[in-house]
């Protein structure tokens, strides 16, 4: 099978690095990829967001699976556009329809589903730019801090926690204002809830469902998450507090509500759930829905699959995951994210990376890089990440440590404290 993967970071570095080891694999391509991808398939030279290109380089290509590695494109209705263009519309899609997204490009839309289909989530209203006396006076009646939230995609930069009620007041009025232009148009406000964050994945095919291995991202720059948020500087699999009992707790409360859902609602979805959750006096509850996997999550769950991923996605195509073998990986998994110094405010790139051909049982994942002059050189803030498997998950981060060290470029800088708090 032909197999067109849409992205170019390190999460779709992870799903590149898993799909290439499938059996059932002809070819892999990645549009438009980055070097490390490069390794793995071939690397074209189209936007994420042209979809008359995709599709035509799909027709020419013999494609038979598009995977979407983004959001963007999902949210603007990509899976839809395969569907209803003659041609198109015989490759297998992974990835939800434009509707499907709306469970990440709309935070009203999600918080109003997991209302009506009773998906512990916290309280909350929302408010648009007619009613900002109304959402001051809800703001008032909550206890600090304070979560606002624009409604639409704001490249993970919407959602703002404020200690105070003064705060808290000027940003929804800014918000609304056009803070982030249409996407806070509408600002969700809902109460804050305590606790520690996990990440739960899920590929459905609308009907059945897969629970992927679960994963803890690490958003901060500093170590012990202090600091500004970055795109994520490293994760580890599997969670310590997911026990077995908990992730029963989601399956029932969370999962099969939300996959159930949806197929009620006619609402088409074949692909990810990435289910943003927090874990409250031992009761999980959902604070977000992505429509695509996580970044870095995906550098670490990929690795823990032990089965065959395309296997899988082609049970999402069919309908008929039910019938597919899902296995994990028993180790341990933690991914440290490089990244450029200055990152996540101002920083330069272009600078040479080098040492990778001295690690030992690492796997690499690119974020940020590019090839200047035959040189691999750094390109991004977020610019390269190293998975290592452990006995544990402490064990597992002396080997990414050992490793990360190894990778040379100047002024890099990366967390060392990657799982250490759970
Ligand atoms: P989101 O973009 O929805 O993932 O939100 C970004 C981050 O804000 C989350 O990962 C949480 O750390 C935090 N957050 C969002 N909603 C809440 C909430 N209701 N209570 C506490 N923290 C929250
Ligand atoms: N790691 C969080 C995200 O991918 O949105």
Request: glycine share 12%.
């Amino acid at each position: 099978m032909n197999i067109l993967l849409l992205g170019s970071g390190g999460r779709e570095h992870a799903l590149a690095w898993k799909i290439a080891q499938s059996p059932k694999l002809t070819k892999l391509f990645i549009a438009p990829g980055n070097p490390g991808m490069a390794e793995l398939g071939e690397c074209v030279n189209l936007k994420v967001s042209d979809f008359p290109a995709i599709g035509q380089f799909a027709l020419d290509h013999n494609i038979q699976m598009l995977v979407v590695g983004p959001e963007n494109p999902l949210v603007d209705g990509i899976a839809d556009y395969f569907h209803q263009t003659p041609g198109l519309n015989r490759i297998g899609v992974i990835g939800p329809s434009k509707s499907g997204a709306r469970l990440e490009g709309s935070k009203d839309f999600a918080k109003a589903f997991m209302q009506r289909h009773g998906i512990p989530t916290a309280r909350y209203q929302t408010f648009d730019t007619a009613q900002l006396k109304e959402g001051l006076k809800f703001l008032s009646t909550l206890e600090p801090p304070y979560v606002l939230k624009a409604d639409g995609l704001c490249a993970g930069k919407g959602v703002l926690i404020l200690p105070t009620l003064k705060e808290a007041r000027k940003e929804l009025e800014e918000m609304l204002g056009g803070m982030f232009g249409l996407a806070s148009a509408q600002v969700v406000i809902e109460e804050y809830l305590d606790g520690i964050e996990c990440s739960v994945f899920v590929l459905t095919d609308g009907q059945h469902y897969k629970i992927l291995p679960e994963a803890k991202d690490y958003k901060r720059i500093g170590e012990y998450d202090c600091g500004l948020n970055t795109g994520g500087m490293g994760s580890v699999s599997p969670v310590p507090f997911a026990t077995p009992e908990w992730m029963q707790k989601v399956e029932d409360r969370i999962v099969r509500p939300t996959v159930e859902g949806l197929a009620q609602e006619g609402i088409d979805y074949k692909g990810f759930i990435f289910f943003g959750l927090i874990n409250v006096k031992g009761d999980p509850m959902v604070i977000e829905y992505n429509c695509r996997m996580g970044d870095p999550e995906t550098e670490t769950v990929m690795p823990r699959l032990s089965c065959d991923l395309v296997e899988l996605l082609e049970g999402v195509i069919a309908g008929d995951l039910d019938r597919r073998e899902i296995s994990f990986d028993p180790r341990a998994a933690v991914n440290v994210m490089l990244v450029s110094g200055g990152y996540p405010q101002e920083y330069q790139k272009g600078f040479p990376i080098g040492g990778l051909d001295q690690l030992d049982d690492a796997i690499v994942f690119h974020s940020g890089t590019a090839i200047k002059d035959g040189q691999l050189v750094t390109a991004g803030g977020r610019v390269i990440s190293v998975t290592c498997y452990g006995r544990d998950k402490d064990d597992a981060l002396a080997r990414a440590m050992a490793n990360a060290q190894k990778i040379q470029y100047t002024a890099r800088y990366y967390r060392r404290d990657i799982g250490r708090d759970l």
